[in-house]
C-alpha cells in the first residue's frame, strides 16, 4: 500500500496553505511537526478527502483518493483536531453509530465497541453521556472512533492533546500495537510523543516540506549544534535575541539554557546530545533566530 | 442505506427537548380550544335526530318556491307547515329552556333549522346561476369567434366538470368543521414549525457539534449519511403531519362529529361552487395526503438550506420565511376569478395551500400552463415537486461534495 501526494496545493484566497508538497507514504508511522499555521491540519484534511487540492493530486496504489470514494474511506480512520460529539448520547451509543457510518454489522459493531472502549480504558463509562466527559475522555473517544474499521490509514491530528501522561503513555503503546501494516500519519505539538512513536519525521513549515527523514537521521543533523550552559538573568536575556533557545531550568546559581547554534554561542557553553525536541528549535525556532 | 444510521439520525431530531414541548403545548392549546365548543349551543342542541324530517322539508319544491320569493329571508313559522309534529316537538321542546341563565334555547334550533334550509337553496341556486353564466359567457364567446381563447377553454373545462359533479344535498353533520381544520392556520402552521424546527439543524448541526470530520470520511459518511437523513427527514416530518392532523381530526369530531362522510364535497358551506365531485371525506384525505406532499417539499427545502449553512438558525429562517411569507400572501391576496395571474401565483402555488386546498378546489381555478387550462391544485403539486426535487438535487450535490475547511 502506498500513498501518494503528488505536488499538492491549497491556497484560500491569497493563502498558500499547503505549497507543492510531494510525499510518499509507506506502512510505518510517520509524525508531522511543524509551528502554528504550518498546513499540518490543512495537509491532513487533504489526504482524508475533506479537502480537494488547489492543484495536486492524491493517490492510493497509483489512484486518484476522490475515485476511490468510499473504497478509499473504507480504509481510512482519522481522528480531526476537534472531537466533536453528540452530547446527549452515550459512549456507546456514539460508537456503535459511527461504527454503522464505517460499515460494520450490528454484530460486529457491539463486540468492536466494547473491545475498543476497553482498550482505551472507558469500559466503565460506556452507558454514561458524553456531555459529562471531560476533554481527556473525549480524546479517548476520538481515538476509539478511530480504530473502528481496523483501517490501513490512520490519520491523527493532536491526539494526545488533553490527555494526562498516563493516558499518553497507553496511547502511544496502542500505537506501537497497531502501525504493522499501516500507514500512520500523526501531528503533535508534544515532540517527545513523536520520538517514541514515529519512525519518520515530516517537517513542515509554511505549507511545505521543509525535511523529511527518520526520526534519528533528524537528531543526526542537529548533532554539535545543541548546548547547554548556565546563565545569569541578563546573559539570558541578551543570548535569547541571538540564539534558538530549547528548554530553560531555573537552578540556584542561575538557569540552565539549551541553545540551539551552528557555532559555540558562548565560552562556557558544552555541547550536548540532541533530542527531537531541539530539530525542532533548529528548524522552526525557539524564543528566537 | 443502514437501518442503525436511519434510527441514529431520527433518534437526533427527536431528541431536542424543545420540539416536544411545542408539541405539548400546541396539542393542549388546541384540545382546550375546541373542546370549549362542547358547551356551544349549536354543537349541545344538534338536528340530527330529526335528519331525515329536515331532508323532507328541504326536498319540497314548494318550499324551495316560497324561500326564493322572499329572498332567502324566512322565519321557522315558514317551515314549520312542512316539518312533521315530531320534528317540531323536538325543535320547540326548547322554548322554556335557557342556555347559561341568559340566551333561551328556543331560538337556536329554530334559527339553526331555518339557515340550514335557507342556505341549502340559496347554494343550490348559487351554483345553478354559475353554471348558467358559464353557459352564457361559452355561447357569447362562441358567436364572437373566440373559441381559440385560453379562457374559452378554461371555462369548457370547467362547465365539463360541473355537469359531471352531481348535486348539493342538505348538510346537518360535522364535516364542514373537519374540512376547515387546515383552512384555519393553526394546524398546518404548527405542524410545518415543529417540522422546520425539527430539520434545520440536520446537517448544521454536524458543523456545530464538530462531528462532520467524522462522518465525511467513514465509509457511509456521504451517501449513507444524505439518504439516512432524508429518511430520517421524511419520517419525522410524515410523523408530524399525522400526529396533528389526527388530534385536530379526533378533536373536531368528538366535538362535530363524524358521521356522514360521503356527503358531496359541495354539500359543504364553502364549497358551493366546486367543480370536483369530491365526497367530504375525499376531500379530507386529499388535504391530509396535500399536508404530508408540503411537509416533504418543505422538509427537502431545509435539508437542502442546512447543508450549506453552519447554524440552524438562518435554514429555520429562510425556510420559515418562504412558508410563512406565502402563507401570509395566500390569506391575503384576492384570487382571481378561473385563471391565476402573477400576484396570484406566489399564493395559489404556495405550500400552505397544499396544506389546505380549500382555496383552490372551492371554485374552478386554473392556470395557464403552456397554453393548457390546467386545474391550480395539480399546477401547485408539480411546483412544488419541483422545488422539493431541485433541494434534494442541491442537498446531495453540497454534501457529497462537503469540504470541511474550518
Known amino acids: ?289 | 442505506m443502514n437501518a442503525d444510521i436511519i434510527r441514529t439520525e431520527f433518534y437526533k431530531i427527536v431528541s431536542k427537548k424543545y420540539i416536544w414541548i411545542f408539541v405539548i403545548l400546541f396539542s393542549a392549546f388546541y384540545a382546550f380550544i375546541f373542546f370549549q365548543f362542547r358547551d356551544n349551543p349549536g354543537v349541545k342542541y344538534s338536528l340530527r335526530p330529526i335528519r331525515n324530517e329536515i331532508q323532507q322539508a328541504a326536498a319540497s319544491e314548494e318550499l324551495g318556491n316560497i324561500m326564493r320569493s322572499k329572498g332567502y329571508k324566512i322565519s321557522y313559522e315558514d317551515i314549520k307547515p312542512f316539518l312533521s309534529s315530531s320534528a317540531c316537538e323536538y325543535i320547540e321542546q326548547y322554548r322554556r329552556v335557557y342556555y347559561h341563565d341568559e340566551i333561551p334555547v328556543a331560538s337556536l334550533p329554530e334559527s339553526k333549522v331555518t339557515d340550514k334550509i335557507c342556505n341549502f337553496y340559496e347554494r343550490i341556486d348559487d351554483r345553478q346561476n354559475e353554471i348558467q353564466n358559464l353557459r352564457s359567457s361559452l355561447a357569447e364567446m362562441k358567436k364572437k369567434g373566440k373559441l381559440s381563447s385560453f379562457l374559452y377553454a378554461v371555462q369548457t373545462k370547467l362547465l365539463g366538470m360541473y355537469e359531471k359533479a352531481g348535486e348539493i344535498e342538505l348538510n346537518l353533520d360535522g364535516w364542514d368543521e373537519i374540512a376547515d381544520i387546515n383552512y384555519a392556520w393553526m394546524i398546518p402552521a404548527w405542524t410545518m414549525l415543529i417540522i422546520l424546527l425539527g430539520l434545520a439543524g440536520i446537517y448544521s448541526d454536524e458543523y456545530t457539534n464538530k462531528t462532520q470530520s467524522v462522518l465525511l470520511t467513514a465509509k457511509n459518511g456521504r451517501q449513507g449519511v444524505f439518504f439516512s437523513k432524508l429518511a430520517a427527514g421524511i419520517l419525522f416530518s410524515i410523523l408530524c403531519v399525522l400526529y396533528f392532523q389526527s388530534l385536530a381530526f379526533a378533536v373536531t369530531g368528538i366535538v362535530y362529529g363524524f358521521s356522514n362522510a360521503d356527503i358531496s364535497l359541495m354539500s359543504l358551506y364553502g364549497f358551493k361552487l366546486t367543480p370536483f365531485a369530491w365526497s367530504a371525506l375525499k376531500f379530507y384525505l386529499f388535504q391530509i395526503l396535500g399536508s404530508l406532499l408540503a411537509a416533504f417539499v418543505m422538509s427537502s427545502l431545509i435539508i437542502c438550506l442546512s447543508a450549506y449553512c453552519k447554524n440552524a438558525l438562518l435554514p429555520f429562517f429562510l425556510a420559515g420565511t418562504y412558508w410563512g411569507g406565502t402563507f401570509v400572501w395566500a390569506k391575503t391576496v384576492a384570487l382571481p376569478q378561473y385563471v391565476a395571474n402573477p400576484l396570484s401565483l406566489p399564493a395559489e402555488l404556495s405550500p400552505f395551500m397544499l396544506q389546505s386546498i380549500t382555496d383552490l378546489v372551492s371554485t374552478g381555478r386554473f392556470i395557464n400552463l403552456f397554453g393548457s387550462a390546467v386545474p391550480t391544485i395539480y399546477a401547485n403539486i408539480i411546483f412544488n415537486l419541483i422545488i422539493a426535487f431541485i433541494s434534494l438535487l442541491f442537498c446531495y450535490h453540497g454534501y457529497i461534495r462537503k469540504q470541511v475547511k474550518d
Open chain 1, 1 to 289: 500500500m502506498k500513498l501518494t501526494i503528488q505536488n499538492v496545493m491549497k491556497t484560500f484566497g491569497e493563502k498558500r496553505a499547503v505549497n507543492d508538497v510531494s510525499l510518499e507514504l509507506i506502512s510505518g508511522v510517520y509524525g508531522l511537526l511543524g509551528p502554528n499555521g504550518a498546513g499540518k491540519t490543512t495537509l491532513m484534511k487533504l489526504i482524508v478527502d475533506i479537502l480537494t487540492p488547489s492543484a495536486g493530486r492524491i493517490t492510493l496504489d497509483g489512484v486518484d483518493i476522490t475515485e476511490l470514494g468510499a473504497a478509499y474511506r473504507d480504509k481510512l480512520g482519522y481522528m480531526p483536531q476537534e472531537i466533536g460529539v453528540y452530547k446527549n448520547f452515550s459512549a456507546k451509543k456514539f460508537l456503535k453509530y459511527i461504527a454503522a457510518l464505517k460499515g460494520l454489522s450490528g454484530r460486529e459493531a457491539e463486540s468492536k465497541v466494547s473491545e475498543l472502549l476497553g482498550l482505551v480504558g472507558l469500559k466503565d463509562v460506556a452507558n454514561k453521556r458524553l456531555g459529562g466527559f471531560s476533554g481527556g475522555m473525549l480524546r479517548r473517544i476520538g481515538i476509539a472512533q478511530t480504530l473502528l474499521n481496523d483501517p490501513q490509514i490512520l490519520i491523527l491530528d493532536e491526539p494526545t492533546a488533553g490527555l494526562d501522561p498516563q493516558e499518553r503513555i497507553r496511547f502511544r503503546n496502542i500505537l506501537s500495537e497497531l502501525s504493522g501494516n499501516r500507514i500512520v500519519l500523526i501531528s503533535t505539538h508534544i515532540v517527545t510523543d513523536m520520538e517514541f512513536i514515529a519512525g519518520q519525521i515530516i517537517l513542515l513549515k509554511d505549507g511545505a516540506v521543509l525535511r523529511m527523514d527518520h526520526t534519528e537521521n533528524l537528531i543526526r543533523t542537529v548533532e554539535g549544534k545543541v548546548w547547554s550552559a548556565v546563565l545569569t538573568h541578563e546573559q539570558f536575556n541578551s543570548i535569547k535575541q541571538l540564539y534558538s533557545i530549547g528548554n530553560v531550568m531555573q537552578r540556584s546559581d542561575g538557569m540552565e539554557v539549551r541553545i540551539i547554534s551552528d557555532k559555540k554561542p558562548l565560552e562556557q557553553a558544552k555541547p550536548i546530545q540532541p533530542i527531537l525536541e531541539d530539530v525542532y528549535t533548529y528548524y522552526f525556532g525557539g524564543t528566537a533566530k
